[in-house]
């Protein structure tokens, strides 16, 4: 049972997965807390004192979202959201909270992106072709550079999982 709790796109069944033409994704806010809370910037005073938000720029799409990616057949969503942070940041994590799952419209098809929150643990960002540069933004700055609304209440979801909103 279980499940992601955050309801149903239409057309998904009981069954195993999703529908044949949904594109199962998963990925995660990765997140790091600032040193005594400095480096916060003007986000130091709003909810999220003390941490950063990752933010990726993929210049395929000149979008700035959270690292995420396509799970690869037989892949289980938690690994493939590790797999994606590293691969799309450099960084190792420790997951943590499950955050909302995202599902929206592209090319015809529905996309359903798992996502959790997660703490980086280490790593060094190199830029390539599908992710070109890294930021680390407080959570208010970050939600001004996101460019998707959904995206943005991601932010207020680790916020809230870390009970610093």
């Known amino acids: 049972m279980g499940g992601s ?3 149903r796109a239409p057309g998904s069944g009981p069954r195993s997965g999703s529908g044949p033409r949904t ?3 998963a990925g995660c806010v990765l997140w790091r807390r600032t040193r005594s809370g400095a480096g916060a910037g003007e986000g130091a005073s ?10 990726v720029h993929r210049p395929k799409w000149d979008d700035w979202s959270h690292p995420k990616g396509k799970l690869k ?7 493939a959201a590790v797999r994606e942070v590293r691969e799309e940041t450099g960084m190792s994590c420790t997951p943590g909270a499950v955050l909302p799952t995202m599902r929206y419209e592209t090319g015809g098809r529905t996309k359903e992106v798992r996502y959790w929150a997660a703490e980086a643990t280490g790593g060094a960002f190199t830029p390539g072709d599908e992710v ?12 001004r550079q996101l460019t998707r609304e959904q995206d943005r209440l991601l932010v207020d979801a680790l916020l809230a999982a870390l009970h610093l909103d």
Do not use: K, N, Q, Y
């Not at 057949?73 to 690994?79: F, I, Q, T």
């Open 73 to 79: 057949p037989g892949e289980a969503a938690l690994p």
């Open 46 to 55: 709003a909810g999220g004192a003390g941490i950063e938000i990752a933010l």
């Open 5 to 7: 709790g955050s309801g």
């Open 132 to 143: 070109d540069r890294l930021l680390w933004l407080a959570p208010r700055e970050a939600r």
């Open 23 to 25: 594109i199962r994704a």
